[in-house]
C-alpha cells in the first residue's frame, strides 16, 4: 500500500471520528451511546486495545448496544469491604460487559427456562445425576459426580417437586467452574460469571473468584451505582 492511499485513509478516519464527536465531555472521559442510553464513561474503565489519548476524546458513538469495562481489583478493594484484591499472583480485576436491552432481551434474561434452568431445577437432562451441595446460604449444583469442576450456583434449594421459579434472577445466581491457571506458582481457583439486569435494561455480566463470591450483593450494589453514576441524563 503506497503512502499516499495510507495518508489519505488516516485522515478519512480522523475526519469520521470527528464528525461523531460529543462536546462536554472532559478529556478524561469518553461519550458512549448503548442503544437510546448514554454514558460519559472514565477512560481507565475501558477494557479496548490500546490507542491513543486523544482517539477517545472523539467519542464512542457508533450506534452499538455493548461495551467491555475493567474495575482494577485495588479499585474494587477500595469501595468494597473486604474485597481481595490478590488470588496468588493474579489481580482481582472485576472485567464487566455492559449492554442495554431491547424490551424482548429484557425479557427472554428473566425467562426461568433459559441456560437449562429447568434442566438444573428439575434434576433433567444434563442435570439429571446432579450432584448438590450446601455453600453458604447458596447451593452448588453439579451436572454429574463425573464433573465436580464445574457447577451452578442457586439461591434456592433446586426441589424438583415444587414449580420452576417464575424469574431466572430469582434462583440463578452464577455459574462457576475451576481455572487451571498457566501461571506455573498460581494453583488453580475457582471463577464465577454473574448476569444481573438493573437499572431497566442495563444487563450487567461479570466475574469473580470463588474468595470474593461472599460479596457478591455488596459487588453488584457497586457496580449498579458506578455505571449508573456515568448515565448523562436526558431530557424526556
Not at 474485597?83 to 480485576?93: A, C, P, Q, V
Request: hydrophobic share 40%; charged share 25%; proline share 4%.
Amino acid at each position: 500500500m503506497s503512502k499516499k492511499i495510507v495518508i489519505t485513509l488516516l485522515t478519512s478516519l480522523i475526519l469520521t471520528l470527528v464528525v461523531s464527536c460529543s462536546s462536554g465531555t472532559s478529556s478524561d472521559e469518553v461519550h458512549v451511546t448503548l442503544r437510546d442510553r448514554q454514558f460519559n464513561i472514565p477512560i481507565k474503565f475501558l477494557r479496548q486495545a490500546p490507542a491513543p489519548a486523544w482517539l477517545y476524546d472523539l467519542g464512542l458513538d457508533d450506534g452499538g448496544h455493548t461495551i467491555l469495562l475493567t474495575i482494577k481489583a485495588d479499585d474494587a478493594a477500595k469501595n468494597i469491604v473486604d474485597y481481595k484484591s490478590d488470588n496468588g499472583n493474579l489481580k482481582e480485576n472485576i472485567l464487566i460487559y455492559l449492554a442495554v436491552l431491547t424490551k424482548v432481551d429484557t425479557k427472554a434474561y428473566q425467562n426461568p427456562t433459559r441456560a437449562l434452568g429447568s434442566k438444573i431445577w428439575f434434576g433433567e437432562g444434563w442435570y439429571k445425576n446432579r450432584v448438590i451441595k450446601k455453600y453458604k446460604e447458596y447451593y452448588k449444583v453439579y451436572p454429574d459426580p463425573k464433573y465436580m469442576k464445574q457447577w451452578v450456583l442457586l439461591s434456592q434449594y433446586p426441589d424438583s417437586t415444587k414449580s420452576l421459579p417464575n424469574k431466572f434472577s430469582d434462583f440463578h445466581v452464577a455459574t462457576c467452574h475451576e481455572v487451571n491457571n498457566s501461571i506455573a506458582t498460581a494453583s488453580p481457583f475457582e471463577k464465577c460469571g454473574i448476569q444481573m439486569v438493573a437499572s431497566k435494561n442495563l444487563l450487567i455480566e461479570f466475574s469473580v473468584s470463588e474468595q470474593n463470591l461472599h460479596l457478591l450483593p455488596e459487588i453488584k450494589k457497586f457496580l449498579v451505582k458506578l455505571i449508573e453514576s456515568w448515565e448523562v441524563k436526558t431530557k424526556k
